[in-house]
């Protein structure tokens, strides 16, 4: 899973009729901080109502198909949770305002 | 998913037999504002009859067979919606013309 | 598999009710003598009860799910292992405390 | 899928037993042009009958394994189709000979 | 496929008991001739005996569970030829010793 931040959402009117009616977000993903983003940004489907602004985790390939809203359904990424807190080495880095 | 331009096509006489009447595209990723280039360029099959210049999103890896037209091909990345608008931090930075 | 040091931990309240009840650890991938870092961190389901510090094996992907823990779930990756000694051209290049 | 070159072939006598009889091929992953060389080398196996110099596009991933002859084999990437000419905006950018 | 040299092992006692007696190579990813590493070093799970020094192939991803030593088991890497020779461009650039 990749820790990133939510930073936008995409709409597509013409789509695989299986993706009707889900949320895609726009993503970056950060370091272990939250803070450093790293890599390219990425879309996924969004299963836990995140909002733009949000540190959340995400998962990807096969995986992204294991939940109710995506079985089945041509998408490789899903935001699978919220993010509360990061500890790094025992330190707090991130807690969800 | 990755926002990608389409910006060619490909034809190929000698191929799998799966992938008999299949439209393939040629791809570049982009930013979340469908502006900047990144990595390399790839080819998908296509399933929402994009046309070369659309922003599109694709999806990579097993989910590329999760459509009637894909399913079980050798196929590895689909373009599965054509993109209207993308919003980062509450300003459209793309809409399709 | 990659050779990964455990660097932290992440605590999520909302999230896919699939992972309920998992330990998520924040990793950063090493070289083959788990000094020096390779690559972005990322977040995996624990199933060996490693600790922070730990050097331990990741497996990415589909086989993700190849464990009690994770079957069925929106999960990419698995620490499977905690490694007690890694052996480079006949020398012990790393040895467990 | 990637536009990748055909530079050369392996041969194995120890290998798993279900690739025995397949042909590996060695690739260089191109740009959309087939010109410039992009990436990594990597191997893959042949199920059109490529040969040292053909332009192809290779499949990755679960992908590989959607033919009859790599069907439950440990193969991850596969040659799938031969590119008869590729057209990037308007312009045919490469032709077999 | 990768072409890669097994430069090293690793032994661990606790891990995920579906892995319990297989031998774990680590392993340095070449280009095609196996004399210039490439990329970060990996850890597969070894199905033809291969020792250190040997050039192999491996695959991975789900490929990698298509063995009967692999199946259902949390390993994301195999080892599943040793390389007697690698050809490019009509010239053997590599045989084994």
Redesign the interface.
Known sequence: ???AKV??????????P??AGTK?L?L??T??TGEKE???????ID????G?GDLV?T?????????HITK???????V???????????NV?FRKA
């Open positions: 899973m990749r820790v930073i936008g959402t995409t709409v597509s009117t013409i789509k695989s299986r993706i895609l726009i970056q993903a370091d272990e790293l890599g390219k940004p990425f879309v996924a299963v836990v109502d995140a733009v985790l998962c990807h390939g096969s995986a992204a198909r294991q939940t089945d359904t041509p998408v490789d990424a899903v699978m949770a919220v993010i509360d807190h990061l500890e790094v080495d025992g880095v």
